[in-house]
């Protein structure tokens, strides 16, 4: 979004009001000016919120994602110009410009919807899918220290595979990544870990039968992991947020989706000139009830073996 309006209003100053542990990847971008950390602010009093969002003198606030408390806030900041969608009724005692957005049916990818919420800017914002690559900016890349890159081996391709998700998308299954290390030759493949220290922790047995396999869990900063994605070949992992770094990088992103809606992968699937994603065709709707999905776990692994060997 911010990418689409410096390229109509190159003049514009754009900040991002984020949750702390978004910092890192807003940093990469060009287009983004200044962050503004929202875990800081909520730590306020009502009065100095106020003065705190005040100070930046913004003239338009957009709700890409509503929330009751930020928009009030920006309401008594008195922001001239307060953006939101038209089906959230709190915004429509908190804002003045109501963009008519449905996102339960849309056929629209997530990217493509959050574009609808500019159209008060007069510019074009139906944007296909295979250009919203262009306004990332992602230019900011952070360098990856010695101690990490010495981990990579430049004669294979270095693949990172994220089997977990922290609950933010249906799992593929230990079993699976088991099967798809099985696959991919030693000679010719470097393969990594990643995850959270407690993504480590579920993984124990796991990780600790894996004798070719490097368990990076736990041991990267947010920066740093975002340097390693950089230097590595590609990256496999559900609908989460480092499959989605790693598209935006330009690497070989490969997603595995449940077909589910509003999960699937028409809604999510990873955006970049090398990403990629897999589901089966099947109504999925018989894993409504539960966190597991067995129709995410229905993708073979040779597909993603196929996909990594024609990168």
């Known amino acids: 979004m911010a990418g689409l309006i410096k390229k109509h209003y190159p003049e514009s100053k754009i900040y991002f009001l984020g949750r702390a542990y978004t910092k890192e990847i807003v940093a990469l971008s060009k287009f983004i000016d200044g962050f503004i950390n929202y875990d800081e602010i909520e730590k306020l009093a009502e009065e100095e919120q106020i003065k705190y969002l005040k100070k930046y003198s913004a003239d338009i606030f957009v709700h890409v994602f509503p929330k009751k408390e930020i928009a009030y806030l920006a309401k008594k900041a008195e922001i001239p110009l307060r953006i939101g969608t038209g089906n959230r009724l709190y915004h429509w005692f908190t804002c003045n410009k109501l963009i008519k957005?449905?996102?339960?049916?849309?056929?629209l990818h997530e990217a493509q919807l959050n574009f609808k919420l500019l159209n008060f800017?007069?510019?074009?914002?139906?944007?296909?899918?295979?250009?919203?690559?262009?306004?990332?900016?992602?230019?900011?890349?952070?360098?990856?220290?010695?101690?990490?890159?010495?981990?990579?081996?430049?004669?294979?391709?270095?693949?990172?595979?994220?089997?977990?998700?922290?609950?933010?998308?249906?799992?593929?299954?230990?079993?699976?990544?088991?099967?798809?290390?099985?696959?991919?030759?030693?000679?010719?493949?470097?393969?990594?870990?990643?995850?959270?220290?407690?993504?480590?922790?579920?993984?124990?047995?796991?990780?600790?039968?894996?004798?070719?396999?490097?368990?990076?869990?736990?041991?990267?900063?947010?920066?740093?992991?975002?340097?390693?994605?950089?230097?590595?070949?590609?990256?496999?992992?559900?609908?989460?947020?480092?499959?989605?770094?790693?598209?935006?990088?330009?690497?070989?992103?490969?997603g595995l989706y449940s077909p589910m809606r509003p999960i699937h992968p028409g809604r999510?699937?990873?955006?970049?000139?090398?990403?990629?994603?897999?589901?089966?065709?099947?109504?999925c709707g018989d894993c409504r009830k539960n966190n597991q999905c067995h129709c995410i776990k229905e993708i073979n692994a040779k597909q993603i073996v196929d996909l990594l060997e024609h990168e």
């Open 101 to 107: 957005l449905s996102r339960k049916n849309s056929d």
């Open 121 to 254: 800017l007069g510019i074009k914002t139906d944007v296909p899918l295979k250009e919203i690559q262009n306004y990332y900016g992602f230019s900011n890349i952070p360098v990856l220290e010695e101690e990490y890159a010495k981990l990579l081996d430049r004669s294979k391709k270095n693949i990172i595979l994220h089997p977990k998700s922290k609950g933010s998308a249906r799992e593929w299954g230990i079993d699976n990544f088991e099967k798809l290390i099985s696959l991919l030759p030693v000679e010719k493949y470097k393969i990594f870990i990643s995850g959270t220290e407690e993504d480590g922790r579920q993984m124990h047995g796991f990780l600790s039968n894996q004798k070719d396999v490097y368990d990076l869990t736990g041991k990267l900063s947010l920066k740093q992991f975002i340097a390693f994605i950089n230097s590595s070949d590609a990256l496999i992992a559900a609908s989460t947020g480092p499959l989605h770094i790693a598209a935006a990088l330009g690497k070989t992103a490969v």
């Open 268 to 283: 999510w699937m990873p955006l970049g000139k090398k990403a990629h994603y897999l589901a089966i065709s099947k109504n």
